[in-house]
């Protein structure tokens, strides 16, 4: 397993951070990673809930609420992924006062996959460090908006 480690510090307020992370369908609405998501299960929040994702540029990914805990934590369970070097991984979200962090770990897919798993390591931190920027600006506008 490889793992990646990125942290913000955010300038919307943490019920707003949550707001938008916990509504799990829509994450392309905000993610600029993601062209298009759409829920896979009746349920669209908590433990169990499922999405598919449209990854920008290419693949995509099944995800599945592993945890939930109100407001602090959510863990994305990766199910699988589709053109990625990905087998499977999680996401651990954890909303702090003002500090929001993700903790991801996978497993690279096949030799490619362990071959590149330092490349990948790199890109990922990168994504989720704009992951994280596109999640505070969409927080901030919520919480804009429902002031």
């Not at 392309?28 to 999405?51: D, F, L, Y």
């Not at 890109?123 to 969409?138: E, H, I, S």
Request: charged share 20%; glycine share 8%; hydrophobic share 40%.
């Amino acid at each position: 397993m490889r793992s990646v480690h990125v942290s913000r510090q955010m300038s919307a307020p943490r019920s707003a951070v949550w707001s938008v992370l916990a509504d799990f369908p829509n994450i392309a609405t905000w993610n600029g990673g993601v062209k298009a998501s759409h829920a896979t299960s009746e349920a669209t929040s908590g433990v169990g809930a499922q999405r598919h994702c449209d990854l920008a540029p290419v693949g995509t990914l099944e995800e599945t609420i592993a945890e939930w805990v109100d407001g602090e934590r959510m863990v994305v369970s990766i199910d699988s992924a589709t053109k990625l070097p990905i087998e499977r991984g999680a996401a651990t979200f954890t909303l702090g006062d003002d500090t929001t962090t993700i903790d991801y770990e996978f497993e690279p897919k096949g030799f490619v996959g362990r071959l590149t798993a330092p490349l990948l390591v790199r890109q990922l931190t990168k994504g989720f460090g704009g992951f994280l920027a596109d999640l505070d600006t969409a927080a901030a506008d919520a919480a804009a908006a429902s002031s």
